[in-house]
């Protein structure tokens, strides 16, 4: 059965529109940790290029974690479970040794 069978349209729309601002959260969140990485090319002064990387770490996470609040736990932690490294090289048919 589907999930929102009893659900009216204008909450199937609600919620649809809710998910897409909690990944484009998540993915603005990516945006501001790849930032860091530009801000040592950058002609500011030691103190300020501190006071940028700070913004854009403050920032980022709490993107990531607001649109993780939107997307709910199941979404959180199958985004945390690929990104994961030890389970990159693991093949889905191998069960660990006990």
């Known amino acids: 059965m589907l999930e929102?069978?009893?659900a009216t349209?204008?909450?199937q729309k609600r919620k649809a529109t809710l998910t897409r601002l909690g990944v484009f959260l998540i993915i603005v969140s990516c945006i501001?940790?790849?930032a860091i990485l530009l801000v040592p090319l950058s002609s500011f002064s030691?103190?300020?290029k501190v006071v940028?990387?700070?913004g854009?770490?403050?920032?980022?996470e709490a993107t990531f974690w607001i649109?993780?609040?939107i997307l709910g736990k199941e979404a959180v932690t199958r985004?945390?479970?690929?990104l994961n490294p030890m389970t990159w090289f693991k093949s889905g048919g191998q069960k660990k040794d006990q």
């Open 9 to 11: 349209a204008a909450q």
């Open 46 to 48: 030691t103190g300020t």
């Open 52 to 54: 940028i990387t700070g």
């Open 4 to 6: 929102n069978e009893g």
């Open 67 to 69: 649109g993780g609040i």
């Open 32 to 34: 501001f940790y790849a």
């Open 56 to 60: 854009l770490v403050i920032a980022g």
């Open 79 to 82: 985004y945390r479970k690929n």
